[in-house]
């Protein structure tokens, strides 16, 4: 009797000795046939969304595609991606992009270089040491993204005025929509690159150290990008009325620093335009560049850049207010004054395509506000006078006129007929011929000698 309970004891006590390693087993059974099933969605999903991609002209190439990621995350891998819509070619290195099972929503993407990017036009070509996205988005869109990128380097070609190359040690972007101007489409930005360097700002400023920029932008007109040439997106972003809402913009160089805030956009020459307020110290090199050394000496002096640095902040010396920059029709102007030998290039040309047959506005008209846009701006800085002041010319030269070949003979017999016929002095009068003097071809004839001398032509 004793031995029977004893039995029954341990084979009690054995059940829930093996219960939890049961359970454990049946709950990692579970989830590795949902994470399989959640595996084989995520796969379905990116080929709807590179099919729907494909039928809008957009052709993405990952090259060794691979899923995994178990038993939390799933991991989509690309040995290499790439892009191609029309003339738009992009491509990349490794890349590898991260979501929980429990957070699909939230993408962390890991991508190797060297980017390359080109619109037949412009070329872009990009290295980093470690380059970092993360993506969150909602039901109706995005809701943030965020870049991280080291030791990056970026070269452009084929952007006016000429070829722009920089590199920095650390770079940070982050864009979101805002929430209070949906309506205007608009974005927040902010930027920052630390030890950049920029040798056009090099050549403009002086000096070589590594410069720290930090801002603040909304950008409106900010969504329709549909992957088409740089010019054409930038075309459709202008004529929809986009802009940059300047809220900060910092720069510091060495002893150098500046911060400017306005509102920036393009022209329909394809022109930067618009207008800053600055703050700035240590800036004398900058003016000297720009007004020249005397006046940039004198300048600099006026609005305290020049000479012993000013009260310090935080270790800095104080910014000091400047004239703010107008970019208006092409030119630069430092406050009222134009800043001469300085021309805004177009950063872009359009296409310019005919017409269908059919369409409502002709190519000549569609063309012509832009021409008469050019011809205002260049009679603007034009040296010559205007049409005006030469037909006003014309009219008082006109009057100034020498009379012609039969009033003048007219003139000549009325005022010798009266004293001089049928006389010797007459006849001498009529034979000799005129002094070299009146012998004028010119049209710029003086009032006093065409009434005093008749002209003979």
């Given at each position: 009797?004793?031995?029977?309970?004893?039995a029954?004891?341990?084979?009690?006590?054995?059940?829930?000795?093996?219960?939890?390693?049961?359970?454990?087993?049946?709950?990692?059974?579970?989830?590795?046939?949902?994470?399989?099933?959640?595996?084989?969605?995520?796969?379905?999903?990116?080929?709807?969304?590179?099919?729907?991609?494909?039928?809008?002209?957009?052709?993405?190439?990952?090259?060794?595609?691979?899923?995994?990621?178990?038993?939390?995350?799933?991991?989509?891998?690309?040995?290499?991606?790439?892009?191609?819509?029309?003339?738009?070619?992009?491509?990349?290195?490794r890349?590898?992009?991260?979501?929980?099972?429990?957070?699909?929503?939230?993408?962390?993407?890991?991508?190797?270089?060297?980017?390359?990017?080109?619109?037949?036009?412009?070329?872009?070509?990009?290295?980093?040491d470690?380059?970092?996205?993360?993506?969150?988005a909602?039901?109706?869109?995005?809701?943030?993204?965020?870049?991280v990128?080291?030791?990056?380097?970026?070269?452009?070609?084929?952007?006016?005025?000429?070829?722009?190359?920089?590199?920095?040690?650390?770079?940070?972007l982050?864009?979101?929509?805002?929430?209070?101007?949906?309506?205007?489409?608009?974005?927040?930005?902010?930027?920052?690159?630390?030890?950049?360097?920029i040798?056009?700002?090099?050549?403009?400023?002086?000096?070589?150290?590594?410069?720290?920029?930090?801002?603040?932008?909304?950008?409106?007109?900010?969504?329709?990008?549909?992957?088409?040439?740089?010019?054409?997106?930038?075309?459709?972003?202008?004529?929809?009325?986009?802009?940059?809402?300047?809220?900060?913009?910092?720069?510091?160089?060495?002893?150098?620093?500046?911060?400017?805030?306005?509102?920036?956009?393009?022209?329909?020459?394809?022109?930067?335009?618009?207008?800053?307020?600055?703050?700035?110290?240590?800036?004398?090199?900058?003016?000297?560049?720009?007004?020249?050394?005397?006046?940039?000496?004198?300048?600099?002096?006026?609005?305290g850049?020049?000479?012993?640095?000013?009260?310090?902040?935080?270790?800095?010396?104080?910014?000091?207010?400047?004239?703010?920059?107008?970019?208006?029709?092409?030119?630069?102007?430092?406050?009222?004054?134009?800043?001469?030998?300085?021309?805004?290039?177009?950063?872009?040309?359009?296409?310019?395509?005919?017409?269908?047959?059919?369409?409502?506005?002709?190519?000549?008209?569609?063309?012509?506000?832009?021409?008469?846009?050019?011809?205002?701006?260049?009679?603007?800085?034009?040296?010559?006078?205007?049409?005006q002041?030469?037909?006003?010319?014309?009219?008082?030269?006109?009057?100034?006129?020498?009379?012609?070949?039969?009033?003048?003979?007219?003139?000549?017999?009325?005022?010798?007929?009266?004293?001089?016929?049928?006389?010797?002095?007459?006849?001498?009068?009529?034979?000799?011929?005129?002094?070299?003097?009146?012998?004028?071809?010119?049209?710029?004839?003086?009032?006093?000698?065409?009434?005093?001398?008749?002209?003979?032509?």
């Amino acid at each position: 009797m004793d031995e029977a309970a004893s039995a029954g004891t341990a084979r009690y006590s054995r059940f829930w000795l093996y219960t939890p390693f049961v359970l454990l087993f049946l709950v990692v059974v579970a989830w590795s046939a949902a994470w399989f099933v959640i595996r084989g969605r995520a796969g379905e999903a990116l080929d709807t969304w590179l099919a729907t991609e494909a039928s809008a002209g957009r052709q993405w190439t990952c090259q060794d595609r691979a899923i995994g990621g178990y038993p939390f995350r799933i991991e989509v891998i690309c040995n290499s991606l790439s892009l191609k819509q029309g003339a738009v070619t992009a491509s990349l290195g490794r890349v590898e992009s991260i979501a929980q099972v429990y957070q699909p929503r939230f993408i962390i993407t890991e991508i190797e270089g060297p980017l390359q990017f080109t619109d037949g036009k412009v070329t872009v070509q990009g290295s980093w040491d470690l380059l970092q996205t993360s993506f969150h988005a909602e039901q109706n869109g995005l809701r943030r993204l965020s870049l991280v990128a080291e030791a990056p380097r970026v070269t452009v070609t084929g952007l006016a005025p000429g070829e722009i190359a920089t590199s920095g040690q650390h770079l940070e972007l982050h864009l979101r929509p805002n929430p209070s101007r949906s309506a205007d489409k608009a974005y927040d930005a902010a930027l920052s690159v630390k030890q950049a360097a920029i040798p056009v700002l090099d050549a403009l400023v002086g000096g070589s150290e590594r410069t720290d920029i930090d801002s603040d932008l909304t950008v409106t007109q900010a969504e329709g990008f549909r992957g088409r040439p740089v010019a054409e997106e930038l075309e459709r972003w202008r004529k929809a009325g986009g802009k940059f809402d300047v809220l900060m913009l910092s720069l510091a160089k060495g002893a150098r620093r500046m911060e400017a805030k306005g509102e920036l956009r393009l022209d329909e020459l394809h022109r930067p335009a618009g207008q800053l307020a600055l703050a700035a110290a240590g800036l004398d090199g900058l003016l000297d560049n720009i007004m020249g050394r005397r006046n940039g000496a004198l300048l600099s002096a006026l609005l305290g850049q020049g000479g012993a640095p000013g009260p310090q902040t935080g270790g800095r010396p104080a910014l000091s207010p400047l004239p703010p920059i107008r970019l208006e029709n092409g030119r630069l102007a430092f406050g009222p004054f134009v800043i001469p030998n300085v021309a805004l290039p177009a950063i872009y040309c359009s296409p310019r395509r005919r017409p269908k047959s059919g369409s409502g506005v002709s190519w000549p008209s569609e063309m012509m506000p832009r021409r008469i846009a050019r011809v205002r701006v260049k009679r603007s800085y034009s040296l010559s006078p205007s049409p005006q002041r030469m037909a006003r010319a014309r009219s008082a030269i006109s009057s100034l006129r020498r009379p012609s070949i039969s009033s003048t003979a007219s003139l000549l017999w009325r005022n010798t007929s009266r004293h001089m016929v049928g006389s010797e002095a007459a006849m001498r009068v009529k034979s000799r011929k005129p002094p070299a003097e009146n012998l004028i071809t010119s049209d710029w004839v003086t009032v006093s000698r065409s009434a005093a001398v008749p002209t003979m032509l």
